[in-house]
């Protein structure tokens, strides 16, 4: 039987969003893509820049009492929180919490490495094709360790994963990490170097040359307000500049913006937000591949305009007022290993990662509307992901057969 050619409405012209209506157009549909400002300028645009093909195992809630302690008393990097966000979240975060105990996450990482695992190939497809090879570093990228205890347990931990995932894993002494990076201002105990991952020197870019081709292949682009989205006799609407645009299928790919448009429509997934930061320094400061300071909470990764420093989890409500305090720390922890440079933006740029409590993401058909799509909840991995959970989504629209399962990702599994 042939493919029947849909009209579609994809919201959100983020990696995820641009990715699926990529993969939906691929697959001979009509693809409208919508969202209240350009491609590539909200979530997409904040990250670091790494196509992670080392992630296999998804970002767990810390079980240890040291790093609960460190963190509720303010003196590790890696989380910060404001009080009145966790009285409203604590439910979620203690799902996240149970889902990262050792039983539940070994349950987990299965399903997600089968995600992680493509992502190399289905980025390099749309590399390919928008003609964005210039932007991608093949060379992966460092995890250094200022400790020597904190180096040895990680670097045991990386090589027996390498080994299980069959990933691409050299671990460097302090000697050899100063020889590959001879920019770095003091000696450290060590690094752990991931070979396999693709970095991009202005992910941004990378989602606007995804889109520009799908405009060049005859997609439409329109902005417009997502929260506006109905059912319209047997299809979608939304409204957009130029009046309202209808479609029989419509996909949710709006990251950390799901959970306001799906809740008026009776959905109640167990979604929240990780705030960060990031901001540019000028020139790259001698560093030739992306590094992530470990004990410091911060990753430096040199980009088109700049060195970027960005931040790890703030949990604090979505619409709260910018407090940039891991961002601070991170230039004072960063000047101790290189030559920092003046700022570039007058100010830190803040957005919000999209996150759910068993950290899988949520695709698949709406459980209780006909010719709704859901694609989001990528948490650290949205950029990542994109093209991965792009592609499975438009094989599940077009009745073709999964080239993953989808059963682990789909919103029923929320009950």
């Known amino acids: 039987m042939a493919q029947k050619h849909k009209e579609v409405l994809v919201l959100g012209a983020g990696i995820v969003g641009v990715s699926t209506a990529l993969a939906l157009q691929l697959r001979g549909h009509a693809v409208t893509l919508v969202d209240r400002k350009m491609p590539g300028l909200e979530t997409s645009y904040g990250n670091a ?61 299965p399903a997600y490495s089968r995600l992680i ?39 045991s931990e990386a090589t027996a994963a390498a080994r299980e995932h069959g990933l691409g894993c050299s671990v460097l002494g302090s000697d050899e990490l100063a020889s590959a990076e001879p920019g770095l201002q003091r000696a450290l105990a060590g690094a752990i170097h991931w070979t396999d991952p693709w970095s991009v020197r202005d992910p941004g870019d990378l989602v606007a040359r995804y889109a520009k081709l799908f405009i060049r292949r005859g997609g439409r682009f329109a902005l417009g307000d997502a929260m506006t989205l109905r059912q ?29 448009l799906l809740r008026p429509l009776g959905y109640r997934l167990p979604l929240f937000i990780k705030r960060g930061y990031h901001r540019h320094y000028e020139g790259h400061a001698g560093l030739r591949l992306p590094m992530l300071d470990v004990e410091r909470g911060v990753m430096l990764a040199p980009m088109s305009r700049g060195l970027r420093l960005t931040t790890g989890a703030e949990f604090a409500r979505q619409d709260a007022a910018s407090t940039p305090v891991q961002l601070g720390r991170a230039e004072q922890s960063t000047r101790e290993l290189v030559p920092l440079g003046k700022p570039v933006e007058a100010s830190p740029w803040l957005g919000s990662r999209p996150c759910t409590v068993d950290m899988k993401p949520v695709l698949g058909a709406a459980p209780r509307h006909k010719g709704l799509w859901f694609n989001f909840g990528h948490a650290h991995q949205g950029f990542t992901l994109g093209p991965v959970t792009g592609r499975l989504l438009a094989e599940l629209i077009s009745g073709e057969p999964a080239f993953i399962d989808p059963a682990p990702y789909l919103a029923s599994r929320f009950g």
């Open 49 to 109: 820049g790494i196509i992670q093909r080392e992630a296999v195992q998804p970002y767990a809630f810390p079980r240890d009492i040291g790093t609960l302690l460190r963190v509720a008393t303010g003196r590790s990097n890696d989380a910060h929180y404001h009080l009145d966000a966790l009285w409203q979240v604590w439910p979620r975060l203690f799902a996240y919490w149970r889902s990262s105990a050792p039983s539940s996450y070994a349950e987990i990482v």
């Open 117 to 155: 695992e493509k992502c190399i190939d289905e980025h390099a497809f749309w590399i390919e094709q928008a003609g964005a090879g210039e932007l991608i570093h093949k060379e992966g990228w460092r995890q250094i360790y200022r400790s020597r205890e904190a180096f040895d347990a990680a670097a």
């Open 232 to 260: 319209q006799g047997a299809g979608w609407s939304v409204d957009a500049e130029g009046g309202s645009v209808q479609a029989e299928e419509a996909v949710v790919a709006l990251g950390p913006w799901a959970d306001a």
